[in-house]
Every structure is written in C-alpha cells, then in structure tokens.
C-alpha cells in the first residue's frame, strides 16, 4: 500500500498550487483521505479530508476559504491551496483512514502516509 504526493514547490504569497495524492497497491476510494501538513519545529496538524464518496469534506479554522479537498472517483485526491501564505510553508502529507469518517481526526487514525511533499511560501 503506498501513497505517493506531488504538487509542491516555491510559490509566492498570494500564489497557488493543487497538490496530488496518488495511491498504488490499493483503491484509494474505499479509505477516508487526509491531508496534513509540518511546519519546522512545529507538531504535525490536520488540514483537512475528505469522505469515501467525497460528499463531506473538513477543514480546519486556518485554511477554511483557501483550501479545497476534492478526489476524482478514481485513485487520486487533490488539495487546491489558494491565497498561499508564509505560514503555509511545511511539508505536505496526505494520509488513508480506513475508519468512518467521523473517526477520522487525529494522526493516529491513519494508517497509512505518503513520504511528504514540501510547500514554500516565500516571496
């Protein structure tokens, strides 16, 4: 089972980039997906997922009107990031819950994690 990100890069403020989630080994639609992010020297924080049908997404208070979670039906789920700012800079992980959706808050839900992709907003 691997996920695989993709999407990241060099942006600056007020840029945007949709970062990839791509799984191989299983199918990706029968599994809550999250994204997460790490900022250095900070604690790893949810930033939002997405139901099995991708009819309910969550987001957090801190990117709520600039994130948008959506996944294609078939094995990818994207992270549209608008209006990026400096403190938006972190690496990037989504991650598969295979809970009910409303079991799937923290880390320690997920099971399963891709290796991460980096975000840098700086101008």
């Known amino acids: 089972l691997h996920l695989v990100e993709s999407g990241g890069g060099l942006v600056q403020p007020g840029g945007s980039l949709r970062l990839s989630c791509a799984a191989s080994?299983?199918?990706?639609?029968?599994?809550?997906i999250g994204w997460f992010r790490q900022a250095p020297g900070k604690e790893r924080e949810g930033v939002s997922k997405?139901?099995?049908?991708?009819?309910?997404t969550n987001y957090a208070d801190s990117v709520k009107g600039r994130f948008t979670i959506s996944r294609d039906g078939k094995n990818t789920v994207y992270l549209q990031i608008n209006n990026l700012k400096p403190e938006d800079t972190a690496i990037y992980y989504c991650?598969?819950?295979?809970?009910?959706?409303?079991?799937?808050?923290?880390?320690?839900?997920?099971?399963?994690w891709g290796q991460g992709t980096q975000v840098t907003v700086s101008s």
């Open positions: 991650a598969a819950c295979r809970d009910s959706y409303s079991r799937c808050v923290s880390a320690t839900s997920y099971g399963y």
């Open positions: 080994g299983f199918t990706l639609n029968n599994y809550v």
């Open positions: 997405i139901s099995r049908s991708g009819g309910s």
